[in-house]
């Protein structure tokens, strides 16, 4: 599994561990964005970093709202390109949503967006490792 760590090494075993987590979270975050971009393909980050990763990217900020513009000379930008805007329209639309969505509804959501070939249209169930909502009091 190639995670990047680049020969990571320290005599510290609580550092080390740390460093290796945080890696493995990053992997892992990564695996769900490019999930989400191409559903039909698994992609290990290693080799998909490559594509996605080959780029330049310029945020421009005029009126109110911010873009960002990412320019490749990769060879196979064509599907990249439309991996990115797929994934670009769906956290548009979570943005709209986001505040009538609790934090969980919205990792759910997420969730459920990069990982609908597996769930095949439905959403994740209440996970038991999350705590519970929190209400805010009445008054």
């Given at each position: ?12 075993l609580?550092r080390?561990?740390h460093?290796?987590?945080?890696i ?59 991996a ?6 769906f956290?548009?639309t ?13 990792w ?8 609908k070939?597996?769930?095949r249209g ?18």
């Amino acid at each position: 599994m190639g995670l990047g760590r680049g020969g990571f090494t320290t005599r510290d075993l609580k550092r080390c561990q740390h460093m290796v987590r945080l890696i493995v979270l990053t992997c892992n975050w990564w695996s769900l964005f490019v999930r989400r971009a191409d559903p039909d393909h698994h992609r290990e980050a290693i080799t998909s970093r490559l594509l996605l990763l080959h780029g330049i990217a310029r945020r421009t900020q005029h009126a109110g709202q911010t873009r960002l513009t990412v320019t490749s000379s990769h060879g196979l930008r064509g599907p990249l390109v439309a991996a990115l805007r797929r994934n670009a329209s769906f956290f548009r639309t979570l943005v709209r949503s986001t505040e009538q969505l609790s934090a969980e509804d919205r990792w759910r959501r997420i969730l459920a967006e990069a990982l609908k070939k597996y769930l095949r249209g439905r959403e994740p169930g209440r996970q038991p490792w999350l705590p519970p909502p929190q209400h805010a009091p009445a008054g």
